[in-house]
């Protein structure tokens, strides 16, 4: 799946010029927490959130003035703290450049930079010029859905068995020996050893994903191999 078969279209947007307090009201009257910026040909300049607009002079939310040393070493870097809590107008506040995604960027590349960024939403590009949103509320919504579709699906006892030993055997970490699985009336017994407290988690939650799993029981032993001493 890709951003453009999940993306929000025709985001509501303002210009450069527009000026914080129609910002804000837009946000509120949409329920928004951020705007993307764009110039009236449609090209994105930025985009301004509501954190852009914590720490402001009318709030008594500005902070201190810039230190000697940093207006000596950096006197721009204090005019331009000065422009962010006094700026009346969008382009002032904004966040120039803000990181983008097109419309074939795929949902795991988009959550990787959500989380790597700590970013809320990205702007959806197409030559250029801005053509939708794409929010953590989107992919939230996505989630549900799936998870909603896994617990209607019912496989029977052995499905859901080999499901769990081809997920163990498709990643890098899971132990190739040791590791015991039962399967009755949808619910899986572990058994076995492995060789860390993550190792023990990781396996516990391959097997809550499988679809049609209703219960995990961790009989799973953690050995510790500097120690030797085992883990229930």
Known sequence: MR?????????VTVLPETTLADAAR??????LSGLPVVTQAGELTG?????????????????????????????S???DDYIKTHGRRVDEVMTENPITVTLQTSLEEVASLMAKRHIK??????????VGMLSR??????????LIEVERHHPTDDEIANHIKTALAAESWAPR?????????????????????????????????????SEVHDRLVYVDPGSGMAFG
């Open 26 to 31: 837009i946000m509120l009257a949409h329920h």
């Open 77 to 79: 870097a204090a005019a």
């Open 177 to 213: 020996t040791g590791i015991h699985i039962k399967v009755k009336d949808r619910v899986v017994d572990l058994e076995g050893i492995v060789m860390s407290d993550a190792d023990r988690r990781a396996v516990n939650v391959i097997a809550e994903n499988v679809p049609g799993v």
């Open 137 to 146: 509320t989107e992919l939230l919504g996505k989630l549900a859905l799936k």
């Open 47 to 75: 985009i301004v959130t509501d954190g852009d607009m914590l720490r402001r002079a009318e709030l008594g939310t500005a902070g201190t003035h810039a230190n000697w040393l940093k207006m000596f070493l950096l006197p």
């Open 3 to 11: 951003v453009a078969d999940l993306m929000h279209k025709n985001p």
């Open 121 to 130: 939403r990205l702007p959806v590009l197409e030559n250029h010029r801005l």
